[in-house]
Structures are given as C-alpha cells and as structure tokens.
C-alpha cells in the first residue's frame, strides 16, 4: 500500500472520529433543548389556565351585574310589548267589525231591493221569497258576528286600560324613587359644602339614625333618641337634616341607656336645629 493512501484512511479515521463526537454532542444539546421546550409549554399550559380561570370568574361577575340591570328594565320592555300586542289585536278586532257593519248594509241593501221585486212577478215570489230568508239568516248571522266582535273588543279595551295602569303605576315608583334619590343628592351635596367628611360614610357596619329630642334654650347643646343601647359613644358626630335640607352637625358629649347629650357645632351649622329634626351617621358621621 503506497504511502498516499495509508494517509487517505489515517484522515478517514480521524474524520469518522471527529464525526462521532459532534454528533453525539448534538444529540445530546438536541434532548436537552426538547426538554426545555416541554417544561416551557407545561409551565404556559398552567399559567393560560389560572387566567383562564380568572377570566371566567370576572366574565362570570359581569354577567351577574348585567342580569341585575336587565332586571330593571325588563318588566317595563315586557309590558310595552303586550302593549303593542293588545293594540295590533284591538286594531284588527276594529277592522273586523267595520268590514262587518259593512256587509250589513250591503246585505239590508240586498234584502230592500229583494223586497221591492216581490210585486213585480209572481212567478218569481217563491224564489225572491227563498233569496230574502237567506239574505235575512245572513243578516243575522253577521249580526251576531258583529256582537260577538264588539263583546271582544271590549274585553280587549279591558285589557289594554289594565296594562296602561300597570305601566303609569311603574312611572309612579320609578318618580318616586328619582324624587328620593334627588333628595339625597341635595343632603349629600349640603353635607359636603359644610365640610362633612363623606369619605367617612361606611366607618361602621350600620348607620345611626334617630331624632332630636329636646333643644336648650340658653346653651348650644341637644339631646337625640339614641344612646348606648344604640352602641352610641362619646365623641360621634351626627349629621341634623330636616326633609331634604342639610341643617348642621352636633357631636355627642355624654351618652346614657336610650339618649345622648349632644353639642351643636356652630361652624358647621346652617339653620337653628328644633325638636324632631333627624339625625344620622350616615352622611359623614364620626368618632370624635
């Protein structure tokens, strides 16, 4: 063998070698890496389902505040569509008995001219006499149509005056509430103007509410309807409103089983407070 090609396979070899280690290097890189990937597809499997799962539990309070709000509006959208109903219903019952009063007259025109041709031939009397009871039996017929109509139209102008009171007394509440919800509007709106700190409003589990009971002539002090049987402390302040009008604020200086002795904070006071205005910790009423 010449000297070229023991050279030759001595490359060849080492070649082969070098070839076995790279691949075996990459392999083994190639494990590594699918691995990698695995662990990285579970770990973004796990996290796509907890936010998953947060998704459906905030699609699932949307739809619970969207069911509310339907609720308030949904009675009133049923009822004008019965409304509409009812008068798609009378609107037909209507043109059903002027299509009948029509035909009556047609038939009462039927029966006079049949009438008027008795005389004129008698061979023809049984005849015309057999057309005019029909026409007559026709008449009747629509007769008691038209009555029966009319007694459906009037059950249907029963029904849709009912359906007119429902809805004018669905006005009445949705006023009433608008009415009362303007008038807190003006209390709160007072209470703030007077420095009332509203951001107090929800600094107990329930509000206090009661009345002024007595009013001192000389000294700026009152007396009001709750006391420690109401869990009412020294230092709670209450604001005075009279109707829908803001009055003033007094805070509480001695408390006893089923009254309190209040002082009248004059900086924070519009009007003279008098006995049976209300009082309340709902607008701002603290612990002073």
């Not at 609720?71 to 008068?87: C, H, M, S």
Request: charge should be neutral; glycine fraction near 6%.
């Amino acid at each position: 063998m010449s000297s070229i090609a023991k050279i030759f396979i001595f490359i060849n070899f080492i070649l082969s070698i070098a070839y076995m280690v790279i691949a075996g290097t990459l392999l083994a890189q190639k494990w590594d890496y699918k691995q990698m990937l695995i662990d990285q597809a579970q770990k973004a499997t796990r996290e796509k389902q907890v936010q998953e799962d947060k998704l459906k539990d905030a699609e699932g309070k949307v739809a619970n505040l969207q069911e509310s709000l339907n609720n308030v509006t949904g009675r009133a959208i049923q009822l004008n569509v019965e409304l509409n109903k009812t008068k798609d219903i009378y609107d037909e019952a209507k043109r059903t008995n002027d299509s009948l009063n029509e035909k009556i007259a047609n038939l009462e025109a039927s029966y006079k001219e049949i009438n008027s041709k008795i005389g004129e031939k008698d061979a023809r009397i049984n005849e015309l006499e057999t057309a005019r009871d029909q026409a007559k039996e026709e008449k009747e017929d629509a007769i008691r149509a038209k009555e029966s109509s009319e007694e459906e139209q009037l059950v249907l102008q029963t029904e849709l005056n009912n359906i007119k009171g429902e809805i004018a007394e669905k006005e009445k509440i949705i006023q009433k509430q608008q009415r009362e919800l303007l008038e807190a509007k003006q209390i709160i709106a007072a209470a703030e103007k007077q420095g009332v700190r509203l951001d107090l409003l929800y600094t107990r589990e329930k509000p206090l509410d009661g009345f002024i009971t007595a009013v001192s002539k000389k000294l700026p002090l009152v007396m009001i309807s709750l006391g420690s049987d109401d869990n009412v402390q020294k230092g709670y302040q209450f604001t005075v409103f009279r109707g829908s009008s803001y009055i003033g604020t007094i805070v509480i200086e001695d408390v006893y089983k089923d009254a309190s002795a209040a002082r009248i904070l004059k900086d924070k006071t519009r009007q003279k407070i008098q006995k049976g205005d209300s009082v309340t910790t709902r607008f701002g009423g603290t612990r002073g």
